[in-house]
């Protein structure tokens, strides 16, 4: 390929230069880009465990809708918390999205880290369903509001009669 | 007195945020030459890649407390160019859309010394024929002379994959250029 291509380049020098001394241009502070990835770490975090405790949440409100196949079917079309699931499945692509930010991304299989980040969201979702907390939670503490809205709440016929 | 024109990038990278602004021209002298070539052979005319790469270097200028001096300055704004490339094209829609999977022979042989002469001298036009995604690592490689692990950090894709794409490229230049010869 041919490396003596001329190419003549503009006065760069003397144009940017004159910006950054007339002030201009201006440099961003390092807090900026501190505060940036502070950001990005907690968001990602922040993610993370929003979509672990709504998918731990789809699980446990999948258990409480009893185990008789066809009725249990009605009632999940007709009362199940479908936005519980989205925003659950939400959390996890800008989750995927953000893990895009980081510089692992490209140098391993991406795929790969995706695949894990979804295993493992749905991993400690289920260990935490598993361990009790959903029915701790719906018990007690400040959370039980919540979860009786979520098991016995709007357009839940069956459970409104129980 | 300190000799600034013996520092590495990264030494003075750390001297225009920390103590002189003004030392930013250097910069600016030791890349303004290799990121005008690269920037036009992305955009594939020079004024546009004159334009990229003045929104470049004052994209690096602002960000400078960006950037992590243990890591190559090199790349850094060689990354800052190829996005900054990117927004202008996708502006633009200027892509030469090209199918990579065409079958082309000429029953030349590339060896031929003959045929190595003509290439040079054709080689800009055949390399403005390629689709952005090969034309870049190639570009980067033999024009820019960066290694695999630089081309990785420039484009953000695997190792792997900038070398798939370079032997795909590779490929789809001789073909472009031989069609070009006949």
């Known amino acids: ?162 | 007195m300190l000799d600034i024109s013996k520092l590495s990038d990264e030494d003075v990278a750390g001297i225009v945020r920390s103590k002189d602004k003004e030392i930013y021209a250097e910069i600016i002298r030791r890349y303004q030459t290799k990121l005008m070539r690269y920037a036009s052979n992305i955009m594939g005319d020079e004024h546009k890649g004159a334009d990229v790469v003045q929104e470049a270097f004052i994209k690096a200028y602002s960000n400078l407390n960006g950037f992590d001096t243990k890591k190559k300055f090199g790349s850094w704004i060689y990354r800052i160019v190829h996005n900054e490339a990117m927004n202008m094209l996708g502006k633009d829609k200027k892509q030469v859309p090209m199918d990579d999977a065409f079958e082309f022979d000429s029953g030349i042989n590339i060896e031929d010394e003959f045929i190595k002469n003509e290439l040079v001298s054709h080689t800009h036009h055949c390399l403005e024929q390629m689709s952005i995604i090969y034309r870049e690592p190639l570009s980067l490689m033999y024009l820019e002379e960066k290694s695999y692990e630089e081309i990785s950090d420039i484009l953000r894709i695997p190792v792997g994959t900038v070398g798939t794409r370079i032997n795909r490229a590779r490929t789809i230049m001789k073909k472009l250029c031989q069609k070009h010869i006949k």
């Open chain 1, 1 to 162: 390929m041919s490396k003596t291509h001329k190419i003549t380049p503009a006065d760069f020098e003397k144009t940017i230069m004159a910006k950054v001394k007339s002030n201009e241009i201006s440099m961003k502070p390092r807090w900026y880009f501190v505060l940036g990835s502070l950001l990005a770490v907690t968001g990602l975090a922040g993610l993370s465990v929003v979509a672990v405790f709504l998918t731990n949440l789809t699980f446990f409100l999948i258990r409480q809708h009893g185990p008789m196949g066809q009725w249990r079917l009605q009632m999940l079309f007709s009362s199940f918390p479908l936005w519980v699931p989205l925003l659950a499945m939400a959390g996890i692509v800008l989750g995927i999205r953000m893990l895009r930010k980081y510089d692992f991304s490209y140098k391993k299989n991406f795929w790969l880290i995706v695949a894990g980040f979804i295993v493992s969201i749905i991993i400690a979702a289920f260990i935490i369903d598993h361990l009790g907390l959903n029915e701790t939670w719906s018990k007690r503490g400040p959370m039980r509001g919540f979860y009786q809205q979520m098991e016995y709440g709007r357009g839940n016929r069956f459970y409104r009669n129980k």
